[in-house]
């Protein structure tokens, strides 16, 4: 049971969430927890809705998003996210189960995504301290600056998911899936 209060339908909610729960459901059929719990406070359901909607239009691709959000997760130790993420890379992001398992594992199986992936696992695990031999390597595999920043705000992103649903203890939505041990 969530220790924090997950209103239980979009009625439920505080009325300025509302219109934001509603194109949640929208878009995804459905309003998970998550984003019902996020609705105690309409600034931060907007903000987090506004940020996630911002870096979908950027460069980095779909599967590369949730490649980031699966490593995040993993190494957060946030069931929630790795259960959300398995199921959308999955069935959104069409990610293989290998594909997933090298994630969680802060890797990829693609070549270039693995680059990207293993700096924001540094970036998540050193809470940004990473060298200058990381910056390289994901720039030789053919990343831009924009890209990077875009790495590094998914990893931000991913680690404010994770620590609101551990702070909530959110109940699971999805197919439930845990974390391997948190670092």
Known sequence: MSR??????????????????EA?????????????????????????LGLSAALGKGALSAQTRERIALAV???NGCDYCLSAHTYIGKNL??????EITANRSGASND??????????AKVARERGHVGDDDIRAV???????AEIVEIVQHVALNTWTNYIN????????FPAIAARKAA
């Open 24 to 48: 949640v459901k929208k878009q995804l059929g459905m309003v998970p927890n998550l984003f019902r719990l996020v609705s105690n406070s309409a600034a931060a359901l907007e903000g987090y």
């Open 139 to 145: 720039k030789l595999a053919g990343y831009d600056d």
């Open 4 to 21: 924090l209060s997950i209103p239980a339908t979009i009625e439920a909610a505080p009325q300025a969430s509302r219109p934001f729960l």
């Open 93 to 98: 992001a069409k990610l293989d189960d290998a």
């Open 73 to 75: 997760a993993e190494i």
């Open 111 to 120: 070549t270039k995504a693995d680059a990207a992936v293993r700096f924001a």
């Open 166 to 173: 551990e702070v909530a203890k959110t109940e699971i939505d």
